[in-house]
């Protein structure tokens, strides 16, 4: 009786290794094949629409636009999946071959589009559109990945806004100290909350109950979901703007965070790069899948908002966005209620411990990307900011460059 009860045993774990066997050669194969890619005449759209982007940056705005109709993907099979990550995605390392991405995130997207698709014909699934404009992709080298992966049957779209938002934004309603998810108890805030319901309203994460008092536990502070670092032992992999752990612990949150934009800015200009034959990179890739076509969508305000949603469903064949919502308010905004000299100082002192080169400052503060400091909200006048740019600037050694900054009442982009 033990022996046959064992043989049954052993036979169902064998069936249930084989199924999962099955499955995973069912994604590996029939996704993994180039033949997969090829135009089969049913549709030029694409299959995949990915965000690059920071977060907090208007990207739920784009994923609501883009997922309208209106575009010439059929909405019908559009699949939606805003910030849809594979299980454990977020504290996976660095990943630099790519097989955790091919192995568990891919058949982890395609299960996605199988469920809101359900069981259709390989040239309909083709024609399947995969939206997702979220930030939770963005650890290790995830994005790269992706983009290797499906070739030209994917559009990534960098979305960047004005990098102060971005940091007050991280900084501000959320009270996040840094984008780092492993090495991070010396950013933690252990301050404790008088209820449950306002510990709930300020941290999204981190929360347990203990003797009907809530305590912040040793995650409060990160940013989980955003999971890019420089500081070691973190295990995300390289980053293309270094940093040593001294400085990183030297920064302030709103300065973590700027290099977390920065550090994204850097990467889209990498990732263009591995596609271009004519780069000089090392990476350059050449398969047979094609090139991503890549976009780019910049504001600085509503308006700017407004206008960059409608180019970008402009330049994916999209007709007009007549509606546009705000998707994730972040912070609340008031006028002449922001210190933006104090910002200036701490993003100028930033840049000089990074000691950016010269190419890196090129692709980071170009004229083309100026910085923004000509907010309503900003509680001094246009001759204030520019002095207080100047002094700063001379006092970290930094030379002062008009170009590189937009002041009230002025004109975007200023390019000579």
Known sequence: MFRRSLLLLTIGILLFLALQLGQLYYYTSSYDSP???????????????????????????????????????????TVEAFENVADGEIH????????????????????????????????????????????????????????????????????????????????????????????????????????????????????????????????????PTVGICPRSRENAGPVDLPVSDAIWDAFTPFQRFLWYADEMEHRWYSLQNMFNNDSNSDHVIVGLRGVPSFYEATWNDADELKKSVSDIRNKLSCTAEMELKNKHPHVEHRDRALNCSDQILQDLEYRKLMGYSKEQMDVLFSRHLPQHVDSEECIERRDELEQNIRKYSAMYGLEYDDRQWILPGELNPRVD
């Open 92 to 223: 996976w390392p660095s990943d630099p071959d790519c097989h955790l991405t091919n192995t568990k995130l891919i058949p982890h997207l395609m299960t996605s589009i199988q469920s809101q698709t359900g069981d259709v014909t390989a040239s309909r699934r083709r024609s399947t559109t995969y939206i997702d404009l979220g930030h939770f992709h963005n650890r290790g080298r995830r994005l790269e990945c992706l983009a290797k992966y499906f070739g030209d049957r994917s559009v990534f779209i960098h979305v960047r806004r004005n990098r102060y938002n971005i940091a007050r934004s991280f900084v501000g309603k959320g009270a996040l100290k840094t984008p780092c998810v492993v090495d991070n108890t010396m950013y933690v805030d252990n301050t404790m909350y008088k209820t449950e319901k306002e510990h709930t309203r300020r941290f999204k994460f981190g929360k347990r109950r203990i003797r009907n008092r809530t305590e912040v536990s040793p995650t409060v502070g990160i940013c």
């Open 35 to 77: 033949q997969y890619y090829e135009d089969d005449g049913i549709t030029n759209s694409p299959l995949f629409i990915f965000g690059h982007t920071t977060g907090h940056s208007g990207s739920g705005t784009f994923h609501h636009a883009l997922s309208r109709p209106g575009c010439p993907w059929d909405t019908d099979s």
